[in-house]
């Protein structure tokens, strides 16, 4: 060999040698960077775990503040609002009715035909609510309602049509706190969901509703004000007599069920013939301190629009849980450089990783985690991830998803422990409770809905679970608000008197 090929080939292996320097060092880097991104999912793994000895304590707290709420206004932070419905539908309501559903990111408006259980005519229509009227003034946002009801009330055909001379009757479900003065009136509390407007709070829904459907030329009564799980449950109850709370998990999530009248000690009301108030208790609003809080849920509900509020709504629903995903992400990214050395913008928005995108991801059973990727490179521009990180994404979504089902189990525990129903009493050996469940989020999100499942079982051993079903009542709440307009309908007295 030459003087010369020697030179170079010394220089090559310094060469060499100083590249393999660097990606070790990179590698080092990377290592270190990628024991920061365990070290920020155990950290989160510890702080949001439910074991059932948790999950016990949270169910007791709120059978505790469920009483609280019981006993005075203001009692607890859970406001058991009496509902004014102390007669579940019998099967037996009859006539053309029509339902508004108000409470998320969309709107529903129904009308039904009414001849009988099995013998139901539905229709019925969508709307998403443009979101600069969930801001707004209350005038606009109903009339944006009152316009497209009346625009579905046009499309009635013949045989849908209300006897002449008659009104056509509405059973509003409004999803929001309502403290209601009867079954057709009520003021509300406050929003929640993300809907902040202002000049509604303390105002009478129905009259708002009213006046706009005034205002939009539609001659229509508001005969019953319903929450969505109190028409939830007055739906299920109608094609299930067991039917005995009900439980929304959508955008946000709520719980109703029916309590013995003399154990409400607020309710001033005369004891109603039945016995029996469906309570509305807002749980969305529980908190305890036994509830597995996280800086990430502490910083989601800093930013949010209520402060201090919803904070076992903002655990558990569907607004939040991709917001939580998203937190923790964030934190990798900046924290472990988990995207690389720069933070994703996009990963910064908040809101921008939805529920249904999440439930998605976490679903995805393909080997290489396909829908992962295509997630991240359309929702946050994020491309070229390795499966080892696609993986913790998943995991991510697990534990946000575990610990929400988990706690909403709890939660119904909670419910079952109030009226009784955690325990076999003599006699009552195959008396089934059913709680009807509604909301896209336990609809379509397979595995939180599974988790929810066996945690109930899990929590309430195999010999009572048997007598305990949770059960999708789909869109039950648009027809319990019809079945509870016609039960309380302005011409009942006269039906019945003839
Ligand atoms: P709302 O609660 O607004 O009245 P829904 O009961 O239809 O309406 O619930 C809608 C919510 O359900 C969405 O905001 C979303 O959080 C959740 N959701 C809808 N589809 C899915 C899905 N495929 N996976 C997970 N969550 C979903
Ligand atoms: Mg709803």
């Avoid at 932070?77 to 108000?102: H, Q, R, W």
């Amino acid at each position: 060999m030459g003087k010369v090929a020697v030179a170079a080939t010394v220089v090559c292996a310094a060469a060499v040698t100083a590249a393999a320097v660097v990606v070790v060092r990179h590698r080092m880097k990377n290592s270190g960077k990628w024991a920061k991104a365990m070290e920020i999912l155990k950290e989160f793994e510890d702080k949001c775990g439910t074991p059932v000895s948790k999950l016990r304590q949270v169910a007791d707290a709120m059978t505790v503040e469920m009483h609280a709420g019981l006993a005075s206004d203001g009692g607890s932070k859970l406001k058991m609002l009496i509902s004014y419905v102390d007669n579940l539908p019998t099967g037996d309501e009859t006539g053309i009715f029509y339902a508004l559903d108000l409470g998320g990111t969309n709107f529903r408006v129904l009308r039904v035909k009414l001849g009988g259980v099995g013998n139901v005519k539905k229709e019925f229509k969508e709307v998403s609510i443009p979101p600069n009227l969930m801001i707004g003034k209350s005038e606009d946002l109903f009339d944006f309602i009152a316009g497209e009801l009346a625009k579905f009330v046009a499309t009635e055909d013949e045989d849908m049509q209300i006897p002449p001379g008659t009104q056509r009757e509405l059973g509003f479900t409004f999803s929001f706190p309502v403290k209601q003065s009867s079954i057709a009136g009520g003021t509300l509390v406050r929003w929640t969901k993300g809907f902040n407007i202002e000049d509604a709070v303390g105002a009478d829904v129905v009259e708002e509703l009213t006046k706009a459907m005034e205002r939009a030329g539609l001659d229509m009564r508001v005969s019953a004000l319903v929450n969505d799980t109190v028409g939830t449950l007055a739906g299920g109850r109608y094609g299930n007599s067991d039917v005995i709370a009900a439980v929304i998990l959508g955008t946000g999530t709520n719980a109703a069920y029916v309590e013995r009248a003399n154990a409400i000690p607020k309710w001033q009301g005369l004891l109603p013939k039945s016995g029996e108030m469906v309570i509305n208790m807002e749980w969305g609003n529980f908190r305890s301190s036994h509830l597995p809080l996280t800086e990430y849920d502490e910083g989601l509900d800093g930013d949010s629009l209520n402060p201090g509020e919803q904070i076992y709504e903002k655990l558990i629903s569907g607004m939040y849980l991709g917001e939580v995903v998203r937190r923790v992400l964030l934190k990798m990214a900046e924290e472990a450089e988990l995207f690389g050395d720069t933070v994703p913008s996009k990963l910064q928005k908040p809101f921008i990783l939805r529920t249904p995108d999440m439930s998605a991801m976490h679903h995805d059973s393909t080997p290489d985690l396909k829908v992962v990727a295509t997630k991240l490179k359309d929702i946050l521009e994020i491309s070229n991830t390795s499966l080892k990180t696609r993986k913790v994404i998943v995991e991510v979504c697990d534990l946000v998803a575990t610990r929400g089902a988990r706690l909403s189990a709890a939660g119904i525990l909670g419910i079952l422990k109030k009226i009784g129903k955690d325990t076999c009493k003599e006699g009552e050996e195959n008396q089934k409770s059913v709680i009807a469940m509604d909301g896209g989020l336990f609809e379509h999100y397979t595995k939180f809905r599974k988790t929810m499942q066996d945690t109930m079982n899990e929590l309430l051993g195999e010999e009572i679970s048997k007598n305990i079903i949770v059960e999708l009542s789909n869109d039950g709440s648009g027809l319990g608000a019809a079945l509870l307009a016609a039960s309380h309908s302005q011409y009942l007295e006269y039906i019945e008197s003839t």
